[in-house]
């Protein structure tokens, strides 16, 4: 992984996958490793973020080293005109590694072609988000103490949700039923149910689980995604068309984890937070380890 930018979840093989996540561990159980003394890292996000953003900067800051970039176009000088080739030819000089969140799909593996030094994407329109999903399965590995044959429900808008794209296709390297939920204006796109089929995978699509919820081992809950809609019609269908509650849990398997990427909207009700199986909160916890590890592995340390 030294070197190698992160663009897709694909670019990382299982075992890939598997070393970072025992890294991860590793920095859960001790996070005071100033590995990256001496080491500049820019976060350029070119879209809103929380958790993506400040959990990246917790785990740099956290080993040691110096973050530079911006929260938002609107403080860098792509404002004036400035074309994402050049910002990027321009902070390469900067850094040692960089973190891009931009709503272009591909514009990250576009980034990755013209910088000199590694790329992390930290989300790229509706496409992939690829630390997101190591941290999901650190997360679904640490609840469930395995990733093979477990039924993985993806609920929500599973269209446009690009958490939902990378996930699916890690978990396809660990014998998975997926259970898709979604209204259906916003089904899991043909490419994706390719991949599967040819992986041999087995997948259901529903519009409902509320009968079938007693299957689940994980339930990951999304947000519809109002930003990527160009019919604001569309979102108005499709806004409320799932909301977890706590009553739904009743009956659920005691291995079962709600997890969701976060930030919710209404999707998951306030009241399953204190319920033992609501796991979202302790999910964007584990994003500081497994940041920490994916750094970490692609700068050699
Ligand atoms: N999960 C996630 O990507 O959250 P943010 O948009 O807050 O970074």
Redesign the pocket.
Known sequence: MKDKSLISIDDYSKADIINTLDRAEDFERNPHQPLLEGKVIASLFFE??????LSFESAISRLGGKVIGFASKDSSSVQKGESLKDTIKTVNNYCDLIIMRHPLEGSARYASEVADVPVINA?DGANQ?PT?TLLDLYSIRQTQGKLDDLNLFLVGDLKYGR?VHSLLMAMSNFNTTYHFVSPPELRVPEEYKMFLKEKKLKFHEHTDFTDIISDADIIYMTRIQRERFSDPMEYEKTKNSYVLRNSMLEGTKDNLRILH???RVNEIHDDVDENKKAYYFPQALNGVYTRMAIMSSILGL
Not at 48 to 53: F, Q, V
Request: net charge positive.
């Open positions: 809103p973020s929380t958790r993506t953003r989300g988000h997101q958490t990427p976060l930030p």
